[in-house]
């Protein structure tokens, strides 16, 4: 069963070949199976899994159901679940139990979706490795000295794994997309709104998007559909219509227009990853796209712009983990001083504590203009980019990332170089647009992804063009063989 | 050579709204601590905020009830910085683009002159909760701090002054004056013993004709009294300071209002570096024209068109309407009375007096006074058809304030009706000359100036004998009439 998609999996819940309890258990087993090896769940849920999916069942045998009745779904652990431990990745919420339950991890749940943990992640979202994680790295099941990506590793690796069909990410710079491309799966950042953000923690609150995450593009499409929609508890939502992703997935690609941004193919870009992107890219050509050469010039800048929003933003956002209410508080306080001091030393980690610096000192008197303001000026250019190349073309396509998973532990002690694997998919959070990575070859026997972006609310053309991709090739359907 | 006073006013006025700015809690006080705290209050992980449109259209209220422009689009910001009873770590609040711009406020001094304080700006936040410090302990017996959070997040406006007022009564009249009209427009309670309005005194002093002063800002002052007090001690101050030579230092000052003294809490060095940043999670909040027409066509009576209509409708002079008209309770408190009593003269004096008198003393709020409007009309009628004397009114007006009933049913109950039958007084005069030989002998040999004054001996004996109750304008007459006769 955990060869299929989720969509498979779903054709095979409605013809009865198997159980919801029959899926959940074997995903349960295969968890208690690897996860020691990969590390990629933090707390696995498998009596109320089993509770799930029994009602499932019994939904089911009624001859009713929603989008995802009885298919088991991992969920990262930045969504809050109520009655469930909720860390966020980090030693500040590891005894943090939420009080209640994510929108998005709600609407899966209305729709029949069985939750069977919670996965690793790099602490609150900040970092492209999974290695920040207060829980330990996650190993990539491609190759287990390696990371399997982040913010959303465990998420990626979990599906590489086969331990989930399906499970659910959040993006602020990338963090869908390149654990999706180094695990060789597929994942989608939503347009900045279509999918609520209440009960999702905040790491930068104007590029935090949540989004789907699964072994193909239609089962992307099946849980946007569940996820996707206005909140009123969300302000920052939009009260969009949601779009009929499923039918659009089947649409032909006849006169697409497929920008493809000089600026994604640089010189220095490894030939190796730079060819299975074109490769995709002429494949789409063959089912009739047509290719654009393009240029967005500010897209340079969108690393040191992120760089100095999201810390900015996550300095405050981080301010309410101050051991008063929850989460970590030292031993024996002396007074309020001490207090804040050691319980925010001891619960965040190093990584976190260098965002909250950086972004302090972005914010402060005498900084602001130079740093916070010039970055969202930048930001400004980089959506303006975007919207001249939309002028022009459907989608814009290039690589997810410029280079295939890295050892665990190679690039700890260099920030910097970090932060540059986030380089292609950062502007798209700048701008607040979908984009989707999807499996597109193997480099060294790792997986490459490549990246299709698309206009404000164009996820259904974006979910379109990988599943027509999809189709013709097989990339995503490759399993790491531990894991087979 | 004589000092100068600058004062700016920050005024913090807490919003009517049955919830919270960015919440569903209730704003209800006096609750089980943190009762009407919710995930949102308490800043749980991945809790967001919506903002309370109630709360905007208050703010627009105000902003045109001085005249000012409101933003068409305001932006919420974050105010960074660590306490207890800030969840967040930040107050969310306006800065760069308030939903109220500059505006106008017009006073009446006392003296009879008019003063004008103009308004920099008005802008929306969301309040903090309370530290409790009293009453807790941990296991080991010391002392711990608790946190009460039903107040966080319940919206304010602040009000920011220019440095317009010159002395502490200026700044007071103001205060005053933007308690009338935030209680007329009905966006606040104004109830200043809850807090609900809270001032921030920015004061500097200079010799005539030179440049501005180093200022001082004595925060959180929440009664007209003790902000009068504070101004008056922190003038002092800084004028003390200057004339031994020394400099004023800018800082912000604690008042403590039982020992009349202040103290500096932190010099500007140690102030916080706040920034602050546009909130991502809120989105500006834009307002149409279509909707600031609404709320201009909807606005109730204000202050400064209320005192212009007492001042018409019931002849009372400009000072008179002024202290009736500024406080929307008062207002209606005095209307009603007059009403029921008809005559707004006597209604107005009984307000402004003994009622007064009585609720400062009692510190109670007119809307809760034991002696209704109704009662007081009822009191008033009673004087004026004679029933009662003043004198025996205030007798009534006593009994009426400790609950014994209705003026009717004391004066009723404890037979105070005024002794009008001519009969029965003539009676007791006739006694009193009868038994008082040598006064009336006395009376009777002096001239008339002197008379009006003896005259007074027969009328106390006559108000002894009748415990009050005869009518002082018969009684007179009758003496007069036997004495001279």
């Known amino acids: 069963m955990h060869t299929k998609t989720l969509t498979e999996l779903r054709a095979g819940l409605a013809a009865r070949e198997f159980s919801s309890r029959e899926l959940t258990e074997h995903f349960l087993r295969r968890i208690r199976q690897f996860d020691g090896e990969i590390n990629s769940l933090i707390t696995v849920t498998e009596e109320q899994a089993l509770a799930q999916a029994d009602a499932a069942d019994a939904t089911l045998a009624r001859g009713e159901g929603g989008l995802l009745t009885g298919l088991p779904v991992a969920h990262k652990d930045i969504f809050c679940t109520e009655g469930v431990r909720t860390s966020c990745g980090s030693r500040m919420l590891d005894n943090f139990i939420a009080p209640y339950t994510a929108t998005v991890v709600e609407k899966m749940a209305a729709q029949g979706a069985v939750m069977l943990g919670k996965t690793n992640m790099d602490e609150f979202a900040m970092g492209s490795s999974n290695e920040t994680s207060f829980y330990g790295p996650v190993k990539n099941p491609w190759d287990q000295e390696r990371v399997p990506g982040g913010s959303s590793g465990g998420a990626a690796a979990t599906l590489a794994a086969r331990l989930a069909p399906a499970a659910t990410g959040t993006d602020t710079g990338g963090s869908i997309r390149q654990p999706a491309a180094l695990n060789g799966v597929t994942g989608l950042k939503p347009t900045y709104g279509r999918v609520s953000r209440w009960g999702m923690i905040a790491f930068a609150s104007s590029l935090d998007q949540a989004g789907p995450m699964g072994l193909s593009a239609a089962d992307c499409a099946l849980m946007l559909a569940a996820m996707a929609g206005h909140d009123d508890k969300d302000s920052t939502s939009l009260d969009e219509p949601v779009g009929d992703y499923l039918s659009d997935l089947n649409q032909n690609l006849e006169g697409l227009r497929i920008g493809v941004p000089e600026e994604f193919f640089p010189d220095t870009l490894d030939g190796a990853i730079a060819d299975s992107s074109r490769d995709a890219l002429r494949e789409l050509e063959k089912q009739g796209a047509k290719l654009v050469p393009l240029s967005l010039p500010s897209i340079n800048l969108s690393v040191p712009a992120y760089y100095v929003i999201a810390p900015a933003e996550a300095s405050s956002n981080l301010s309410r983990f101050d051991g008063v209410r929850y989460g970590h508080r030292c031993d024996d306080p002396v007074d309020l001083l001490d207090l804040y001091k050691r319980s925010r030393s001891e619960g965040f980690g190093e990584e976190v504590k260098r965002r909250i610096l950086v972004g302090t000192y972005a914010l402060s008197a005498g900084y602001y203009d130079a740093y916070y303001r010039r970055a969202q000026q930048v930001r400004r250019l980089i959506r303006d980019d975007f919207a001249r190349a939309f002028a022009e073309v459907d989608v814009i396509m290039g690589p997810t990332s410029p280079e295939t998973a890295f050892k665990i532990g190679a690039k700890v002690d260099d920030p910097i170089n970090m932060y540059m694997a986030d380089v292609f998919t950062i502007a798209v959070n700048l701008a607040g647009l979908p984009a989707l990575s999807m499996p597109s070859g193997f480099v060294n026997g790792l997986p490459v992804g490549t990246q299709v972006i698309g206009n404000y609310f164009q996820e259904g053309r974006i979910l379109n063009v990988a599943h027509r991709y999809q189709l013709a090739t097989d990339w995503h359907q490759r399993i790491p063989g531990a894991f087979a | ?485």
């Open chain 2, 1 to 485: 050579m004589s000092w100068e006073t600058v004062i700016g006013l920050e005024v913090h006025v807490q919003l009517a709204t049955a919830s919270k700015l960015f919440s569903a809690s209730s704003t209800r006080t006096g609750d089980e601590p943190n009762s009407n705290a919710s995930l949102i209050d308490l800043a749980m992980p991945g809790t967001l905020p919506v903002v309370n449109r109630e709360a905007i259209r208050h703010a627009i209220r105000f902003g045109l009830a001085i005249d000012a422009e409101i933003g068409r689009r305001s932006v919420f910001e974050r105010k960074n910085y660590f306490y207890p009873d800030l969840p967040k770590g930040y107050q969310t609040t306006q800065l760069a683009e308030p939903i109220v711009g500059a505006g106008v406020v017009e006073l009446q001094l006392e003296d009879g002159t008019r003063k004008s304080v103009r308004i920099h700006h008005a802008h929306l936040e969301e309040d903090a909760g309370k530290s409790l410090h009293e009453a807790f302990s941990d296991d080991m017996g010391r002392a711990m701090t608790g946190i009460d959070l039903n107040r966080a997040g319940t919206p304010l406006i602040e009000i920011v002054s220019e440095p317009d007022m010159s002395n502490a009564e200026e700044a007071v009249a103001f205060a005053r004056k933007l308690h009338a009209i935030v209680t007329s427009l009905g966006i606040s309670d104004g109830d200043m013993s809850q807090g609900n309005m809270r001032f921030d005194v920015n004061i500097s002093v200079r010799r005539p004709g030179e440049p501005l002063g180093t200022r001082t800002e004595t925060k959180n002052l929440n009664s007209f009294r003790f902000m009068e007090k504070a101004i008056k001690l922190e003038v002092e101050r800084q004028i003390d300071v200057l004339e031994d030579g020394g400099e004023v230092v800018q800082e912000t000052r604690l008042f403590n209002g039982d020992t009349n003294t202040a103290r500096a809490m932190r010099s500007k060095e140690d102030a916080n570096d706040y920034r602050y940043f546009p909130c991502p999670d809120l989105l500006p909040v834009l307002v149409s024209e279509e909707e600031i027409n609404e709320l201009r066509d909807a606005l109730p009576e204000l202050p400064d068109a209320r005192k212009a209509r007492f001042v018409e409708a019931y002849a009372l002079s400009e000072y008179d309407a002024d202290l009736l008209s500024a406080d929307l309770a008062t207002a209606a408190y005095f209307e009603a009375a007059a009403k029921q009593g008809s005559d707004a003269k006597l209604a107005a004096n009984w307000v402004m007096g003994e009622l007064t008198a009585r609720l400062n003393a009692d510190d109670i709020g007119i809307a809760r006074s034991p002696v209704s409007a109704e009662h007081l009309g009822e009191l008033i009628l009673r004087i004026k058809d004679g029933t009662i004397s003043s004198k025996i009114a205030k007798q009534v007006f006593d009994a009426c304030w400790a609950g014994e009933g209705s003026p009717d049913q004391i004066i009723q109950s404890k037979g105070l009706k005024q002794m009008s039958d001519t009969g029965e007084l003539e009676k007791i005069v006739d006694d009193i000359i009868a038994n008082h030989p040598a006064q009336v002998e006395d009376y009777r040999g002096s001239d008339d100036a002197k008379r009006k004054k003896k005259i007074g001996f027969f009328v106390g004996q006559a108000m002894k004998a009748t415990q009050g109750k005869a009518n002082p304008q018969q009684l007179n007459q009758l003496l007069q009439q036997k004495l001279n006769g």
